[in-house]
């Protein structure tokens, strides 16, 4: 079941993660930014109740876990990484505070966001392109009848984004546009089926038999014709 190589993923992808993540929350180089509020965001109010279906994209991450080939981890693995550097080549060059109000709440979630994640990293919303890229991934690995639910799932994460203003709606909106382009890149080149190739070879040893056979015999024959046609004329 591919047991060891998923555990060597997920502890790798899991480190590389928290390092750069926090790490680029907490050393800053460039002033951070702030956009205007949208429609959109105006039109969602603050609540800090949205913060556990925020929270709870982390029961999407270990879907790797489900992956049936080496070839199905290796993809996740490459879209993960440039749904990720894409991001944080954002957080590092072009900061962007989130529009996180400054009001005191009692919701434990919350608070518990407040302390391990700083107002950093807002653009693009790297917690909505996980979870369409993880989405994604699920499609391709999944059958179709949890895409409804896994949907569902992910629009109310999204929404969660924006309701606990972790995000602005044009972070969540860039968040998406690079899922997807991750989803394309790590899936865009697609290699002959193994099982196909062995069982081609088969055939192309009897065609290769039947084809040497063949050469042979008009080989043969050339010669003895050559022969018949010296006595003749002697």
């Not at 693995?77 to 991001?87: H, K, Q, V």
Request: proline letters at 6%.
């Amino acid at each position: 079941m591919l047991v060891k190589e998923k555990s060597i993923l997920t502890a790798t992808l899991l480190g590389y993660f928290c390092l750069f993540y926090f790490t680029l929350q907490r050393i800053v180089f460039f002033v951070p930014h702030q956009f205007d509020l949208s429609r959109i965001d105006l039109a969602i109010p603050f609540d800090a109740r949205w913060t556990i279906v925020y929270q709870s994209l982390y029961l999407f991450l270990p879907l790797p876990w489900l992956a049936s080939s080496n070839d199905q981890l290796r993809r996740y693995a490459r879209g993960f990484f440039i749904t990720t550097l894409i991001s944080f080549a954002f957080f590092l060059f072009f900061p962007v505070e989130g529009p996180r109000p400054d009001i005191m709440t009692s919701d434990p979630l919350y608070r518990l966001l407040l302390v391990y994640d700083r107002n950093l990293n807002a653009f693009p919303s790297l917690h909505a392109a996980l979870a369409v890229y993880t989405f994604l991934f699920a499609l391709r690995i999944l059958p179709a009848r949890f895409v409804s639910i896994g949907a569902v799932w992910i629009a109310l994460v999204l929404y969660a984004t924006m309701a606990t203003k972790q995000h602005y709606a044009i972070d969540v909106v860039a968040g998406v546009v690079v899922a997807i382009a991750a989803d394309f890149l790590a899936w865009r080149y697609t290699p002959v089926d193994e099982t196909d190739v062995s069982r081609s070879l088969p055939l192309l040893r009897n065609d290769r038999t039947r084809a040497d056979a063949g050469g042979g015999g008009g080989a043969s024959g050339a010669p003895q014709h050559q022969v018949d046609v010296r006595a003749g004329g002697e």
